[in-house]
T-cell receptor, first 114, second 115 residues
Framework: EAQVTQNPRYLITVTGKKLTVTCSQN?????MSWYRQDPGLGLRQIYYSMNVEVTDKGDVPEGYKVSRKEKRNFPLILESPSPNQTSLYFC?????????????FGEGSRLTVL | AQSVAQPEDQVNVAEGNPLTVKCTYSVSGNPYLFWYVQYPNRGLQFLLKYITGDNLVKGSYGFEAEFNKSQTSFHLKKPSALVSDSALYFCAVRALRDNFNKFYFGSGTKLNVKP
């Protein structure tokens, strides 16, 4: 089954404790992206990657890091989480740059930073 | 600046009545337009898209949307609403200039269908 898998789905942590949210897709998509969803703000892009070893900032990259060492994986790293990073996070993927296709989303990871 | 607006935070409709969820956009160049639906505790699911051609596009679950270039709108419609259509709906636009790879999402509209 074609899917985007995120882990963990739910996480409560404390300020300053490094964490990683993993994302994996099995559709051989070149493009992957991370979003955060906050009430009244819709989805805002954090980082995206056009292919292996190619990443770029989205609209709200502060406090986040990403890496793309393999095509299928695109982890989101919070080096020192803060309460304003409490949010619902989505990973998404789609075929390459010239494709007119839609994004495929994971189920989401709800993060609470105390 | 590229942007997507969903002017209604919430839309209430009775089951069996037609529904419309509004979306307007502002992008440079020709847009690709999308609608997604989000059920509670789930990720976003693709409903339909407009790339080119016929302004009326049909998608999943009986939904359709009309692209209106002069009004820069892409409203989502369904002739007869179901209670199971109750969810959060997002409009998105993918701009074909400037930042080619970027999707811009609206703030979402909560659809409530009452029995």
């Amino acid at each position: 089954e074609a899917q985007v898998t995120q882990n963990p789905r739910y996480l409560i942590t404390v300020t300053g404790k490094k964490l990683t949210v993993t994302c994996s897709q099995n559709m051989n998509h070149e493009y992957m992206s991370w979003y955060r969803q906050d009430p009244g703000l819709g989805l805002r892009q954090i980082y995206y990657s056009m292919n292996v070893e190619v990443t770029d900032k989205g609209d709200v990259p502060e406090g986040y890091k990403v890496s793309r060492k393999e095509k299928r994986n695109f982890p989101l790293i919070l080096e020192s989480p803060s309460p304003n990073q409490t949010s619902l996070y989505f990973c998404a993927s789609r075929p390459g740059q010239t494709n007119t296709g839609e994004l495929f989303f994971g189920e989401g990871s709800r993060l609470t930073v105390l | 600046a590229q942007s997507v607006a969903q002017p209604e935070d919430q839309v209430n409709v009775a089951e069996g009545n037609p529904l419309t969820v509004k979306c307007t956009y502002s992008v440079s160049g020709n847009p690709y337009l999308f609608w997604y639906v989000q059920y509670p505790n789930r990720g976003l699911q693709f409903l339909l898209k407009y790339i080119t051609g016929d302004n009326l596009v049909k998608g999943s679950y009986g939904f359709e949307a009309e692209f209106n270039k002069s009004q820069t709108s892409f409203h989502l419609k369904k002739p007869s609403a179901l209670v199971s259509d109750s969810a959060l709906y997002f409009c998105a636009v993918r701009a074909l200039r400037d930042n080619f790879n970027k999707f811009y999402f609206g703030s979402g509209t909560k659809l409530n269908v009452k029995p």
